[in-house]
């Protein structure tokens, strides 16, 4: 039998109390030994020497970068294993470089903000949001004319980007009466249509989508790739959601469409977030904003917490992660 590895938990302390409760130690307890404690710095001679000992890193949001140094201070480290999404925030080169293995929660992540995008997609189908806000202002049934123009029998729905969200968002699609198109540039033609999609290039996306939801990771290469001329290709009265990043989408040619009127928008992220206090946005009655509340909240929580301690059963007994994260996947990636 393998030894047991040691096992520390590095994060922040609203990720501590949110993530880690009794089970998800006891599952860890059961085949590591785990540091009774929490980094949330790698600084101090106590956290090096938590560090010297640790086989495995279990890092959550908040985590501190694992820079060079502290990758040094790590020799026995093998394994990081995120309870959340991303790991760009705390995963530098020189955990690639000391062939250190990366998992993450992303994949649990993911089926809250396509439940939300699912959510978002139908309710903009009906013209819900506009309807409620001249129901409440006419007090009629005059307000019903608003969805008569709209519907979820046939609409066409654009992803951008068939990412970890977006691939989920196209399969719970699959269960409506929608049309569904996919651009993305890194992802095989055969491949969307096996998702049940179209793969088209982006600027046909645009122009034929009744509701375009934006599903690509920030990157240098995707900051403002929505810009005015894409957004201007969508027909009048369609709807942007986003549930990616706010800077994916240019934030001053989206103010001026939502401004005007023309398109519709159920923007969990924004640029920046929140947006000031006096933004024209907040009083657009065509226009969604909800506090980045997609992802994981409440007992959605309770789901990255058995995927990280699934990662850690599997590194701990021998077997691969199922969930492993590359320094080539993650070029691409969130």
Not at 19 to 37: C, F, I, S, T, Y
Not at 245 to 261: H, I, K, Y
Request: charged content about 20%.
């Amino acid at each position: 039998m393998p030894s047991r590895p040691t096992l520390a938990l590095a994060m922040n302390e609203i990720s501590h109390r949110r993530v880690v409760d009794d089970e998800l130690l006891g599952r860890l307890a059961a085949v590591a030994d785990v540091w009774p404690g929490v980094l949330d710095e790698f600084e101090s001679a106590a956290a090096r020497q938590v560090l010297a000992d640790t086989e495995i890193l279990v890092t959550g949001w908040g985590c501190p970068p694992l820079t060079s140094q502290v990758v040094a201070a790590a020799p026995r480290l093998r394994a990081v294993v995120h309870s959340a999404g991303s790991v760009r925030a705390h995963v530098t080169d020189a955990v690639w470089d000391a062939g250190i293995q990366v998992t993450s929660a992303a994949a649990a992540n993911a089926i809250p903000v396509a439940e939300y995008t699912l959510a978002m997609v139908l309710l903009a189908g009906k013209r819900v949001m506009a309807a409620a806000d001249t129901y409440r202002r006419v007090r009629t049934r005059a307000a019903t004319a608003l969805s008569e123009a709209g519907g979820n029998y046939g609409p066409i729905v654009g992803i951008l980007s068939a990412s970890m969200v977006g691939r989920r968002v196209a399969e719970l699609l699959r269960a409506h009466d929608v049309r569904v198109l996919v651009h993305d540039p890194y992802v095989p033609a055969e491949e969307i249509r096996a998702m049940g999609a179209e793969p088209v290039d982006l600027p046909e996306l645009f122009a034929r989508s009744d509701v375009l939801t934006v599903h690509t990771p920030l990157l240098p290469e995707t900051r403002s790739l929505v810009d005015g001329n894409l957004l201007s290709l969508l027909h009048d009265g369609a709807t942007v959601v986003n549930t990616s990043r706010g800077a994916v989408v240019d934030p001053q040619a989206l103010t001026a469409e939502l401004v005007s009127g023309r398109l519709h928008a159920v923007l969990d992220v924004t640029e920046p977030e929140p947006l000031p206090a006096d933004h024209l946005l907040w009083d657009c009655p065509n226009v969604l904003l909800t506090p980045h509340v997609a992802g994981s909240t409440g007992n959605e929580l309770r789901r990255l917490a058995t995927m990280a301690a699934d990662e850690v059963e599997r590194f701990a007994t021998g077997r691969s992660f199922a969930h492993e994260v590359t320094s080539t996947t993650l070029e691409h990636s969130a």
